[in-house]
């Protein structure tokens, strides 16, 4: 009976890096406050990395793996990205807000020392 070729591990491993496409292109690109623009996987991969960890930045990295390892929904991915970082925004303009708040009142409160 013949033994059936197996290839080397390594030749699998070339046929799966092949298999991944960070260059999918957005169909809408992703327009960021600072100016930026993402249009690839790639590009979103890059950014959500600058991001700081959160529930909704777990979800989007692994949309964008998806859609660059398996060919998953791009749609999806982008839905994604743009939420993570519209929540990121959002908690960074809160946090960058209260600690305003803190410093005025702390402000207020020595500038009119209880009587």
Same mark, same amino acid.
């Given at each position: 009976?013949?033994?059936? !070729? ?10 799966? !890096?092949? %298999? ?20 690839? =996987?790639?590009? &979103? ?21 998806? %859609? ?10 982008? %839905? ?11 908690? !960074? ?7 305003? =708040?803190? &410093?005025?009142?702390?402000?207020? &409160? ?6």
């Amino acid at each position: 009976m013949p033994v059936p !070729h197996v290839p080397p591990a390594s030749d699998v491993l070339r046929e799966k !890096h092949k %298999a991944v496409n960070w260059s999918r292109l957005f169909a809408i690109p992703i327009r960021l406050q600072d100016g930026g623009v993402l249009f690839t =996987l790639k590009d &979103a991969a890059a950014k959500i990395l600058e991001t700081p960890a959160s529930p909704s930045c777990r979800v989007a990295a692994q949309k964008i793996l998806d %859609a660059a390892l398996r060919g998953g929904d791009m749609a999806s991915a982008q %839905a994604a990205v743009r939420l993570a970082l519209l929540k990121n925004a959002r908690d !960074h303009a809160s946090r960058v807000s209260g600690s305003c =708040l803190q &410093a005025s009142d702390q402000g207020a &409160a020595s500038a009119n020392p209880p009587a």
